[in-house]
């Protein structure tokens, strides 16, 4: 080092910082292309029969244009709507990858996010190949569902 203070071995370190940073930068699109061009995971039937395998639908995708089926399980909903809830759990395991979230067990939210779109995958599914009855079949008469949520009809 020329000088006695260090500068130059700041200054260094202060450059390969940036340079690492423009590479995570650049790096990172790709990263995210890979992961959208990949098949989407489909939970297996030891999943969906499995303890957790069931989950309560906790919101209305955007997109979806039908009756709520807000606080059913996934396994009442029509499968039209359950790829609407694997494409929004698959945007919420990007976000939360993107700002590293985790639970309070520390473990990456993400994770939880891919396994409930895989779970809905599944049941849609079941339903399309005829494993289970739609709910329309079941006793949930979309018309009825409808009047029932929205007041306005009554």
């Known amino acids: 080092m020329a000088n006695g203070n260090g500068q130059e071995a700041i200054d260094l370190l202060k450059s390969i910082d940036n340079s690492l940073k423009a590479l995570v930068s650049a790096v990172q699109p790709l990263i995210m292309q890979v992961r959208a061009a990949q098949p989407k995971t489909i939970a297996s039937a030891k999943d969906l029969d499995g303890k957790w395998g069931d989950p309560l639908l906790k919101f209305n995708p955007r997109d979806w244009t039908g009756p709520s089926f807000k606080d059913r399980?996934?396994?009442?909903?029509p499968p039209e709507l359950?790829?609407?809830?694997?494409?929004?759990f698959d945007y919420f395991a990007r976000k939360a990858d993107e700002t590293n979230e985790r639970t309070n067990s520390g473990k990456p939210k993400g994770d939880f996010n891919r396994a409930d779109a895989a779970r809905a995958r599944g049941w849609a599914r079941r339903m399309r190949d005829g494993e289970i009855r739609r709910p329309e079949a079941v006793g949930v008469s979309v018309t009825a569902q409808w009047a029932k949520d929205d007041d306005s009809f009554s």
Do not use: I, K, Q, R
């Not at 399980?73 to 909903?77: R, T």
């Not at 359950?82 to 929004?88: P, Y």
């Open 82 to 88: 359950l790829d609407l809830v694997a494409d929004t």
């Open 73 to 77: 399980h996934f396994s009442e909903c």
